[in-house]
């Protein structure tokens, strides 16, 4: 059994910063892609970010420039840097992680950010 555990969510005011972590622990032997998504009040999920296991990050274009995705493969464990924070980036924020059999999500954290 796989489990991520995310934390870092919360309030911010508009331009403020916040940093999720998401930590895969259990039976996962090799991780490969992980990533962020994220879903808004109304609104299919979308991805934010994703990161290879070599270093190679991909970004949805609303966050280019703002979020940075890094991971630590020695502690199985993504983060997403998220800077200069709009209204529009409220969310709740799910952590990915593709392993080798199966792909494993987070339970989400919230991200409010408040105009």
């Known amino acids: 059994q796989v489990q991520l555990v995310e934390s870092g969510g919360g309030l911010v005011q508009a331009g403020g910063s916040l940093r999720l972590s998401c930590a895969a622990s259990?039976?996962?032997?090799?991780?490969?892609?992980m990533g962020w998504y994220r879903q808004a009040p109304g609104k299919q999920r979308e991805l934010v970010a994703i990161i290879t296991r070599g270093g190679s990050t991909v970004y949805a274009g609303y966050v280019k420039g703002r979020f940075t995705i890094s991971r630590d493969n020695a502690k199985n464990t993504v983060y997403l840097q998220m800077n200069s924070l709009k209204a529009e980036d409220t969310a709740v924020y799910y952590c990915?992680?593709?392993?080798?059999?199966?792909?494993?999500w987070g339970k989400g954290t919230l991200v409010t950010v408040s105009s």
């Open positions: 259990g039976s996962i032997f090799s991780i490969n892609d």
């Open positions: 990915n992680v593709e392993g080798t059999k199966a792909i494993y």
